[in-house]
Nanobody, 126 residues
Framework: QLQLVESGGGLVQPGGSLRLSCAVS????????IGWFRQAPGKEREGVSC????????NYAGSVEGRFTISRDNAKNTVYLQMNSLKPEDTAVYYC???????????????????WGQGTQVTVSS
């Protein structure tokens, strides 16, 4: 059974950092494009970042460009989202998702992703 489990969320002060992890089981990570999404209360889900199967393509939302970095370790079946210079507006539940359909460059549109984790809360507040 294909599963994704996020971890690493928490409470952090503005300007701080967090690293989210997405542990994948039930399939070989090499075959999947992975995306990170977030949803704040009262807002639509936003595609934050994505990474292609072999890491040669990454993509970021403009709101996080230059502050967040996505990476993957296929040997550990884990994808990471390093978040630096966090702002209160980054507060949301963060989800990772997997797509076995995307080939080549990754995409942040949620419709491409078939498998989702349960999410981890990130709160940026002083």
């Amino acid at each position: 059974q294909l599963q994704l489990v996020e971890s690493g969320g928490g409470l952090v002060q503005p300007g701080g950092s967090l690293r989210l992890s997405c542990a994948v089981s039930g399939f070989t990570l090499n075959y999947a494009t992975i995306g990170w999404f977030r949803q704040a209360p009262g807002k639509e889900r936003e595609g934050v970042s994505c990474i292609s199967k072999n890491s040669d393509s990454t993509n970021y939302a403009g709101s996080v460009e230059g502050r967040f970095t996505i990476s993957r370790d296929n040997a550990k079946n884990t994808v990471y989202l390093q978040m630096n210079s966090l702002k209160p507006e980054d507060t949301a539940v963060y989800y990772c998702a997997a797509s076995l359909r995307v080939a080549g460059a990754c995409a942040r549109a949620s419709g491409w992703y078939d498998y989702w984790g349960q999410g981890t809360q990130v709160t940026v507040s002083s």
